[in-house]
């Protein structure tokens, strides 16, 4: 019974990431050495860690949760004269591609239980 849970709930939270959609994007310097077993989770947690210091050099400049429902939160930083246009560029098209993304996957298992 315990097999049957824990595989539902990993199917519950591949579900969810399947259809919300949470991009960020950051401005500003941070210097780190990536694992090449972690990658992105490395990325991820510096980040975390750099932008909750006082004197931080990185600088969320737009943020995009979007869910399946067509619920969303946005967020853009105040003063966008300080933001390079490529940033918001790079956040424009990641939300883009992340949204494209899903919709295949989530056709692709449309196919499989049709």
């Known amino acids: 019974m315990a097999g ?3 595989a539902l709930g990993a199917l519950n939270d591949a579900i969810e990431d399947l259809t919300s959609l949470h991009v960020q994007t950051f401005t500003g310097k941070l210097t780190i050495t990536v694992d090449d ?3 992105y989770k490395d ?3 510096a980040i975390e860690k750099e932008k909750n210091k006082a004197n931080a050099e990185i600088v969320l400049v737009a943020e995009t949760l979007a869910q399946f429902d067509g619920d969303s939160f ?3 930083k105040k003063d966008l004269d300080d933001v390079p246009q ?3 560029e790079v956040h424009k098209n990641a939300v883009k591609a992340g949204i494209e993304t899903r919709l295949g996957l989530l056709g ?3 196919d499989v239980f049709k």
């Open 4 to 6: 049957l849970k824990k």
């Open 108 to 110: 692709l298992f449309k």
């Open 74 to 76: 946005n967020f853009v």
């Open 43 to 45: 990325l991820k947690t």
């Open 37 to 39: 077993n972690k990658g």
């Open 86 to 88: 490529i940033a918001l």
